[in-house]
């Protein structure tokens, strides 16, 4: 098992920047997201790892040892594709045991004159085929070929072949995308204890922030070649580093308005178009008095009530009713500006009323306008 090390990775193609001096450590055993919109760098930076392109500038390390030069054979990684990959003529025992006897099976020559050795590596490979089959639930599918399997049951194919090989580390891209949402669900769970039970470092790239959430221990948050946030999930969600991490992270998205910030009797508040709310962050909050500012609330953290403080409610217009069955979104306007709240299912709103919804301040945050970092 091995951690994976970038040291100012740099990656250009022609005149574009895909991965922008890229600093990241991950731990031995981790199982570390690298998530983003498309085009922001994360499939390149995994290609790095297994040697699939080279980068511009900077260092790549797999445990101690720096693979910039080390061919992607020598790299002692698996990976796993999008597209699966399996070979159509070859059965699915083939499929998981080709890349283990292309690497340690010598030639037909070598073969015939160590008779001995070489039917002990076949044993090995097949005793290996066996278990990775059992553990995925594919030891009743071994003789089927790619074209009489279900689209989980191929990419269980291509997550076997990668675990046969034992590598000192596992590289994903978008291994769920083609499934269904039911069975992705399913896999993605698989998938999540998988990885436990087989201790091995994992980057996994996606553009599904619930896939993120749910199975990384820790998130890398990318845009435009460049990482923004690295943490554990609950505190990517919690304590967004900028209005990007807080927009991408979870569903719906945030809810921003532009605001600014002022004092009144010793007090600061958060003044918006349409409403003010108390503001709750530390002393950094006070040097933005005056200054336009962005206030960002999640739609899980406005509540409606009957009435309330002026100092953490709100009013506003109900513009859509969504119900969802276990929750219900409300798409709303305040002074021309739309955001969107999740109540309970019991709360009856039609389009028109007007609601009044209380926010929930600790959970709330502030940005920078400029700059879009984080106040609080």
């Known amino acids: 098992m091995a951690g994976v090390r970038f040291s100012k990775i740099t990656k250009k193609f022609k005149s574009v920047v ?4 890229l600093d990241l450590e991950i731990r031995d055993q981790e199982f570390m997201v690298l998530v983003g919109p498309s085009g922001c760098g994360k499939t390149t930076a995994l290609r790095i790892i297994a040697g699939l392109e080279e980068p511009t500038g900077g260092e790549i390390a797999i445990g101690d040892r720096v693979v910039n030069d080390v061919s992607p054979k020598d790299r002692d990684v698996a990976m796993v594709f999008q597209n699966y990959a399996l070979y159509p003529h070859m059965t699915v025992l083939e499929n998981i045991a080709f890349g283990l006897r292309l690497r340690e099976m010598k030639n037909w020559a070598w073969q015939l004159s160590h008779w001995g050795e070489s039917r002990r590596i076949r044993q090995d490979i097949d005793r290996r085929v066996q ?8 030891d009743q599918l071994l003789h089927r070929r790619p074209k009489e399997l279900s689209g989980g049951q191929r990419q269980r ?8 090989r034992k590598p000192k580390v596992f590289l994903m891209d978008e291994p769920l995308s083609n499934l269904d949402a039911k069975l992705r669900d399913q896999t993605r769970a698989e998938l999540k204890k998988l990885q436990e039970n087989l201790g091995v470092t994992t980057v996994y790239v996606t553009h599904d922030q619930k896939e993120a959430m749910t199975l990384g221990t820790r998130i890398a948050i990318m845009k435009d070649g460049v990482l923004q946030q690295c943490d554990d999930p609950e505190t990517v969600y919690r304590k967004p580093t900028n209005m990007f991490v807080a927009g991408f992270i979870g569903s719906p998205q945030m809810n921003f308005f532009d605001a600014t910030v002022v004092e009144e009797g010793g007090s600061l508040w958060v003044v918006a178009g349409g409403f003010r709310v108390a503001a709750a962050g530390n002393g950094s909050v006070r040097s933005m008095v005056g200054k336009p500012v962005v206030f960002g609330v999640r739609p899980q953290d406005l509540t409606a009530v009957g009435s309330g403080s002026d100092a953490e409610t709100l ?13 219900t979104d409300l798409h709303l306007m305040v002074d021309g500006s739309r955001f ?5 299912p019991s709360v009856k709103a039609n389009e028109g009323d007007t609601l009044t919804l209380k926010v929930n301040l600790e959970r709330s945050h502030l940005f920078d306008k400029e700059t879009e970092a984080a106040v609080y």
Do not use: Y
Request: no cysteine.
């Open 18 to 21: 895909a991965v922008n001096e």
């Open 131 to 138: 278990e990775a089959a059992k553990m995925l639930g594919l």
């Open 157 to 164: 194919v291509a997550l076997a072949r990668a675990i046969v």
């Open 315 to 327: 009013q506003a217009q109900v513009d859509v009713v969504e119900p969802h069955g276990d929750r």
């Open 340 to 344: 969107v709240a999740q109540v309970d």
